[in-house]
């Protein structure tokens, strides 16, 4: 077969699939037969806690406000990307509007991409990509943006330590995650720097499968081992891979003393920790706007209007499409600034405080 008939078969196969999930078609259980319409959110792990604690209750809340009437399920995973098709089909036999996805993992998300397409349910992604696969839209926080926001926050820190070759350790999130990667390249264009001029030393450095918090203080007690407790900073990507960092430091006695950066998502632990000095640091993302905006797509999706064209301001190639996507903005936040979660109305200070009464950004709101 020629390379050029090869092209316009997988051309004539994408725009099948393509059609097969364009935004305004409706699956078997949904308005098309006057059935009640069903989305499942799916979540990819228990190990990141915001995804039931935070947002699946969030979105629950504004598709009932949005869509009064539209059952939503929620399913984990549990890490498992395996269980996660299952739940894909699961979902599309009982009928599935929609499938709002949050990957177990990208790069195996192809499949139930595909297998949504054919059976004419839309898959809208929630802060996850999934590559591979027809896609009806993205809702994520600017990727890069929260990189940029750790690494500059890193090298502030950095520059206020003397001498060179400073022993730093990295703990990063899931592997071949788009994410990952982004928060790595943001990172970098801070932290590349500083390596390449000798300031600092990457001394320990590992992806943590499903950012599980366990296997990220396991990875940091054996860093410390290895560098006989002589690390200068370490820097990870969210706040359950800073908690499990933090709690290594502190079987070592070395809480406060060996400064913890990169926590991401403002998780009430992690904020109490920044509130404490345990961490350095967490970049907010204002989840109840995310889990707003997934409704609104998701609404608008299932009535057959399609995507908002006033919400998307981007796109995310998953090596399959360019995916229409809403990018929404991030802020790093530290102990000085920790009022701009109690202003977005996250968390009182007396929960922010809480068996922190003795820090001084508690002593100052009278907490």
Request: glycine share 10%; proline share 4%; with cysteine.
């Amino acid at each position: 077969m020629t390379r050029t008939r090869t092209a316009a078969l997988a051309l004539a196969s994408a725009a099948i699939l393509l059609a097969g999930c364009a935004p305004n078609q409706t699956s078997s259980g949904g308005a098309a037969d006057g059935g009640s319409k069903k989305v499942f959110f799916l979540l990819p792990n228990a190990t990141t806690t915001r995804f039931e604690e935070r947002d699946a209750p969030a979105f629950k809340k504004y598709m009932q406000q949005m869509s009064p009437g539209t059952d939503v399920e929620v399913l984990n995973a549990q890490g498992d990307p395996d269980k996660q098709q299952n739940q894909v089909n699961d979902a599309i036999t009982q009928g599935a509007s929609a499938i709002v996805l949050v990957s177990a993992d990208a790069n195996l998300a192809s499949g139930s991409l595909r297998t949504a397409a054919q059976a004419k349910v839309p898959v809208i992604l929630y802060e996850h990509d999934a590559v591979g696969g027809p896609v009806t839209a993205q809702i994520a926080f600017n990727a890069t943006q929260v990189g940029e926001e750790q690494g500059k926050e890193a090298a502030a820190l950095i520059d206020k330590m003397p001498g060179q070759g400073l022993a730093i350790a990295r703990v990063k999130g899931n592997p071949g995650e788009y994410g990952t990667n982004q928060y790595e390249a943001g990172q970098d264009k801070y932290l590349q720097p500083l390596i390449d001029s000798g300031k600092i030393k990457v001394v320990c450095d590992k992806n943590i499968t499903n950012w599980d918090p366990v296997q990220g203080q396991s990875f940091a007690e054996d860093c410390l081992t290895k560098e006989n407790n002589k690390v200068d900073l370490f820097v990870t990507m969210n706040d359950g891979l800073a908690g499990g960092i933090v709690a290594a430091l502190t079987s070592q006695n070395l809480v406060g003393k060996i400064p913890v950066t990169g926590g991401q998502d403002a998780n009430l632990d992690a904020v109490q920790f920044v509130a404490e000095g345990k961490l350095d640091n967490t970049v907010f993302k204002n989840l109840d706007t995310q889990a707003k905006t997934a409704a609104e797509v998701t609404t608008s999706v299932i009535k057959g209007q399609g995507v908002p064209k006033n919400l998307v301001n981007g796109t995310l190639d998953n090596k399959f499409m360019k995916v229409p996507t809403v990018f929404l903005p991030v802020q790093n936040m530290t102990k000085d600034n920790l009022n701009v979660v109690v202003d977005a109305g996250f968390y009182t200070w007396k929960q922010i405080c809480q068996g922190a009464e003795n820090a001084d950004v508690c002593k100052q709101h009278g907490a």
